[in-house]
T-cell receptor, first 114, second 115 residues
Framework: DAKTTQPNSMESNEEEPVHLPCNHS???????IHWYRQLPSQGPEYVIH???SNVNNRMASLAIAEDRKSSTLILHRATLRDAAVYYC???????????????FGTGTRLTIIP | GAVVSQHPSRVICKSGTSVKIECRSL??????MFWYRQFPKQSLMLMAT?????????EQGVEKDKFLINHASLTLSTLTVTSAHPEDSSFYIC???????????FGPGTRLLVL
């Protein structure tokens, strides 16, 4: 799977929007962009994923650049419970069909300031 | 999404003993489960892929005789750390996947401390 690059850490004020960037310049045409987050002392949890179009769900929005070489996870109104490490992961759906192992990078540690 | 549990949530054992960690998929039949290990301040590292009814597939550098994996049913996979040493102290996390699913669901993790 292609590599992603994320800032090591970010801070945001509570109740403000947060934009978490991810660069994936070597993304292939069949790579899906997945975001997971890991709260302290817990297993990761799925946040959102997309291929080309922007995506929205109850947790967040995913904005994907037109050339797909970068994406941004958007938390519309951060709360203290959103403090976590956020991982941006590429998954080649075609070659990994039936073998969905995920390769985690270092992620972005998001701190929410009350 | 799938609900995944792990037992125990934390365990302390003496060096040289074996520890078994269970991963259960509570509401989904999982043909494939994954085992990860996470050291403090580091990211998750995949250890092995557990396949129901067949041998697990281990990642490079992971000793299959030390980390025994059994996936005897569609809802249960176990990881046994044999002859545990202090350097095996870590956070062990399992996840559930199956062919074609687009997301993966993780257990809450098991914290192992080997004294």
């Amino acid at each position: 799977d292609a590599k992603t690059t994320q800032p090591n850490s970010m801070e945001s004020n509570e109740e403000e929007p947060v934009h978490l960037p991810c660069n994936h310049s070597t993304i292939s045409g069949t790579d899906y962009i997945h975001w997971y987050r890991q709260l302290p002392s817990q297993g990761p949890e799925y946040v959102i994923h997309g291929l080309t179009s922007n995506v929205n769900n109850r947790m967040a929005s995913l904005a994907i650049a037109e050339d797909r070489k970068s994406s941004t996870l958007i938390l519309h109104r951060a709360t203290l419970r959103d403090a976590a490490v956020y991982y941006c992961i590429l998954r080649d759906f075609i070659s990994n069909f039936g073998n969905e192992k995920l390769t985690f990078g270092t992620g972005t540690r998001l701190t929410i300031i009350p | 999404g799938a609900v995944v549990s792990q037992h125990p949530s934390r365990v302390i054992c003496k060096s040289g003993t074996s520890v078994k960690i269970e991963c259960r998929s509570l509401d989904f039949q999982a043909t494939t489960m994954f085992w990860y290990r996470q050291f403090p301040k580091q990211s998750l590292m995949l250890m092995a892929t557990s396949n129901e009814g067949s041998k697990a597939t281990y990642e490079q550098g992971v000793e299959k005789d030390k980390f025994l994996i059994n996936h005897a049913s569609l809802t249960l996979s176990t990881l046994t750390v044999t002859s545990a040493h202090p350097e095996d102290s870590s956070f062990y996390i399992c996840s559930v996947g199956s062919g074609g699913r687009e997301t993966q669901y993780f257990g809450p993790g098991t914290r192992l401390l080997v004294l």
